[in-house]
Nanobody, 119 residues
């Protein structure tokens, strides 16, 4: 069973920064990709940033240039550095681990951490 534990959320003023952490119960290198998603009430969960085992990065257009995803294999952790935060970044942020095994995809999720950006 894979466990993902997020931390680092909180309340910040617009223009400020936060760093989210996601600690995995096993090596992040065992997954095909690690990602951060976010969700606001009444809306679908959306991809914010992703990093693959090969080092490829992908960002939502709305966060490009402001957010940076990174991984630390030794700590089995993934991070999301968020800068120049805007009120529209307010959401619950979820860590995701994606694994492809025998042509089937498996997704594992953390419990989420709240990020609130005040104007």
């Amino acid at each position: 069973q894979v466990q993902l534990v997020e931390s680092g959320g909180g309340l910040v003023q617009a223009g400020g920064s936060l760093r989210l952490s996601c600690a995995a119960s096993r090596s992040i290198f065992s997954f095909n990709a690690m990602s951060w998603y976010r969700q606001v009430p009444g809306k679908q969960r959306e991809l914010v940033a992703a990093i693959t085992t090969g080092g490829s990065l992908n960002y939502a257009d709305s966060v490009k240039g402001r957010f940076t995803i990174s991984g630390d294999i030794a700590r089995s952790s993934v991070y999301l550095q968020m800068s120049s935060l805007k009120p529209e970044d307010t959401a619950v942020y979820y860590c995701n681990a994606h694994l492809v095994q025998r042509y089937q995809g498996y997704d594992y999720w953390g419990q989420g951490t709240q990020v609130t950006v005040s104007s």
